[in-house]
C-alpha cells in the first residue's frame, strides 16, 4: 500500500512539474538571441537599440504625455513604466538578447522583438509582472502570449502598479473601466468589462456590442477567430482590450485576435 500511494505521490509532482516547466519554457526564448546594447527606453514598451526604435512585443505602456503635435495626455504610472524599464536595462549594462517573430516591423517602421537578459530573464515577463505594462496580442505576434498574460495577472492579483490604480482611483477608468461608465474622453488603450448582449456577422465586421461598447473585428481578421466562440460570448461578462475610440454617441474598439478578449485568450482557451 505505502508503494503504491509513493508511486501516486510521486507522479502528480512530476506533472506539477511538467506544468511549470511547460509555462517557464513559454517564457524561455525559442530561438537563437542576437545580442546587442541599448541606449535607453523611451516608454515603458520602446526601446532605442543601435539608432532604432524597438517595441516590445506583446506588452503595452501607459502613453506618456505628448504635448507636441496632438496634445496626447498621459496615462497613470507612464513615466514610471519607463524609467522602470530603463533601471532594468541599466542594471544588465544596456545588454539585451532580440528575438522576432511572425512580424518583425510595424507599420510605423518599428522593430518588433521579445527581449532577454543575460540570466534568462524575459524582459516583458518581468515589467508585466511588476503591474508597469498590459499584456497585448498585436501583428500576429503570439510567441510568449501565455507567459505574458500569466505574469499580467501574477501582478493583478497582487495589486502591484497599475492594479494598485485600478484598485485605488476608479475615477481615472485605467487600465480597467466598466462599459456602462465610459465617458467620451475615454479613448486610447484600456481594458473595458461588461456583459455581451449582442454578437452578429454584417458583410464586414464580427459584432460583438456590450451595453455602451461595440466591439468590431474587420473581415480582413476573420481567418484568426472562431465565429462560433464569439457567439458563446452571448450574455457572459467579458473584458476587451485594444485602442477604445468614440464615434457617434458610442464607445468603440476594434480588434485583430482573440486574445484581446479575456474569455478567448491563453488563460481561459481550452
Known amino acids: 500500500m505505502k508503494t503504491k500511494l509513493f508511486i501516486v505521490l510521486n507522479l502528480l509532482v512530476g506533472l506539477i512539474g511538467a506544468s511549470n516547466a511547460s509555462l517557464a519554457d513559454d517564457c524561455a526564448p525559442e530561438s537563437k538571441l542576437t545580442w546587442v546594447k541599448a541606449t535607453y527606453a523611451e516608454s515603458g514598451d520602446m526601446v532605442i537599440i543601435q539608432g532604432e526604435r524597438f517595441r516590445l512585443i506583446g506588452v503595452q505602456a501607459p502613453q506618456i504625455q505628448q504635448k507636441q503635435k496632438f496634445n496626447t495626455p498621459g496615462q497613470p504610472l507612464a513615466k514610471e513604466s519607463q524609467l522602470f524599464l530603463n533601471k532594468l536595462l541599466a542594471n544588465n549594462d544596456m545588454e539585451v538578447g532580440v528575438e522576432y517573430d511572425t512580424t518583425k516591423v510595424d507599420p510605423f517602421n518599428h522593430q518588433l522583438a ?14 508585466l509582472e511588476n503591474g508597469y505594462v498590459l499584456a497585448l496580442t498585436s501583428h500576429q505576434n503570439t510567441r510568449h502570449a501565455r507567459c505574458y498574460f500569466e505574469a499580467e495577472q501574477r501582478a493583478r492579483s497582487k495589486g502591484y ?32 468589462s461588461g456583459v455581451v448582449d449582442k454578437v452578429e456577422k454584417s458583410s ?67
Open 114 to 127: 521579445h527581449l532577454f537578459l543575460r540570466d534568462g530573464t524575459n524582459v516583458q515577463e518581468k515589467i
Open 161 to 192: 502598479g497599475l492594479w494598485d490604480v485600478a484598485e485605488k482611483h476608479p475615477e481615472f477608468h485605467f487600465p480597467i473601466v466598466k462599459s456602462s461608465e465610459l465617458r467620451k474622453q475615454d479613448d486610447g488603450f484600456r481594458i473595458i
Open 204 to 270: 464586414t465586421n464580427y459584432i460583438v456590442n456590450l451595453d455602451t461598447t461595440g466591439i468590431r473585428v474587420p473581415k480582413d481578421y476573420w481567418n484568426r477567430f472562431d465565429f462560433s466562440a464569439l457567439q458563446a460570448l452571448q450574455g457572459k461578462r467579458i473584458e476587451v482590450r485594444g485602442q477604445s475610440f468614440f464615434y457617434k454617441g458610442a464607445m468603440y474598439v476594434v480588434i485583430d485576435n482573440p486574445n484581446a478578449i479575456n474569455l478567448l485568450n491563453p488563460l481561459n482557451r481550452k
